[in-house]
């Protein structure tokens, strides 16, 4: 016999943080209306000042909703609702991203089905169709890189975090999210510290979810550069084999001194952010400033694990 929608188990919380959202959130919750499944919604308000407070407070979905009273980025945005999280499963959603009517009975059903399973991701499609992310690869110099092709479910070594499923146990067990990374990054490391801990992770091809890449934060921009720069180099250093973490920062503080000297020998230098000096000495300011911490989080992610570090980075980077 098949249940109705109501009187099935809630068992998943959806965690979308916003900020300044107005434009296209009602329509990420529209499509959350429409799930075949019974699940919470948690809307995080990154103190929104656009008018997004005001489409939050007018859905008929009624969402939850936690407004925060300044802006924590998508990593602080998730850490900080956690808390609030009493069900077995906790969905990451992106505020620009509008999930298929089966989206979440999909992900539910592949962590039914395999209890090894800490994370069911999605494949994100950009409104044209095109796949934008698949899971995400690590590449031989420790970058997290979106797999933009549709490939076999258990290829990829973590999850794009603007769709994704985990069980909540799993997270609290590794640390939860790095609160601190602000945005980027939070879905490699926490995937990474999984892999660690000795859990799966696997993309689901049927996870279907739209995604207006980049509509809450200017893809290409200094923050972007910055952030996704400082956070992988954090990321390795939280995670990473030693030797791999020491011979990325080497390579990155290499090239920054080489950069200004290229310039002054007339030779080309890319024109993006990540390869102005100005940029990779604040990256370089950011990541020695929050070793300390760093460092303990390396012990604590250690003392969590259940697999080699170095056992890790051989069976998936340069994948």
């Not at 769709?163 to 990374?181: I, K, S, W």
């Not at 923050?223 to 990155?252: D, K, M, S, Y």
């Not at 990779?280 to 070793?291: D, F, I, S, T």
């Amino acid at each position: 016999m098949v249940l109705a929608v109501a009187e099935l188990e809630t068992r998943t919380t959806v965690i979308v943080v916003t900020w300044r959202g107005r434009d296209h959130i009602g329509e990420c919750l529209d499509a959350l209306a429409t799930q075949r499944r019974p699940h919470r919604t948690l809307v995080v308000n990154n103190a929104s000042d656009d008018g997004t407070a005001e489409v939050l407070a007018h859905h008929p979905s009624r969402p939850h909703v936690l407004r925060l009273d300044h802006n924590v980025g998508y990593a602080g945005g998730i850490a900080a609702a956690l808390p609030e999280v009493d069900t077995p499963f906790v969905a990451w959603l992106n505020d620009d991203a509008v999930p298929a009517p089966d989206w979440l009975d999909t992900v539910e059903g592949a962590l039914d089905d395999d209890p090894r399973l800490a994370a069911a991701g999605s494949v994100l499609t950009l409104p044209d169709g095109r796949v934008q992310s698949a899971g995400v690869r690590l590449t031989a110099d420790g970058h997290g890189a979106d797999i933009p092709t549709e490939t076999e479910s258990d290829t990829a070594f973590g999850f794009c975090g603007g769709a994704v499923l985990l069980r909540r146990h799993a997270l609290e067990a590794v640390g939860e999210v790095p609160a601190d990374f602000f945005c980027y990054y939070e879905d490699t490391d926490t995937a990474w510290r999984l892999r660690l801990a000795g859990w799966e992770i696997r993309t689901v091809p049927a996870a279907r979810v739209r995604h207006r890449h980049g509509a809450s934060a200017r893809l290409g921009s200094t923050h972007f550069h910055l952030w996704n720069e400082r956070n992988r180099l954090r990321t390795l250093l939280r995670c990473a084999p030693a030797g791999v973490a020491a011979r990325e920062l080497a390579r990155f503080v290499a090239i920054t001194v080489a950069l200004p000297i290229r310039r002054r020998m007339g030779r080309q230098v890319p024109d993006t952010p990540n390869f102005r000096t100005s940029l990779r000495l604040r990256v370089l300011a950011e990541v020695l400033a929050g070793l300390p911490a760093t460092l303990v989080a390396r012990r604590e992610i250690r003392r969590r694990s259940t697999a080699g570090r170095s056992d890790v980075w051989r069976r998936w980077s340069g994948r």
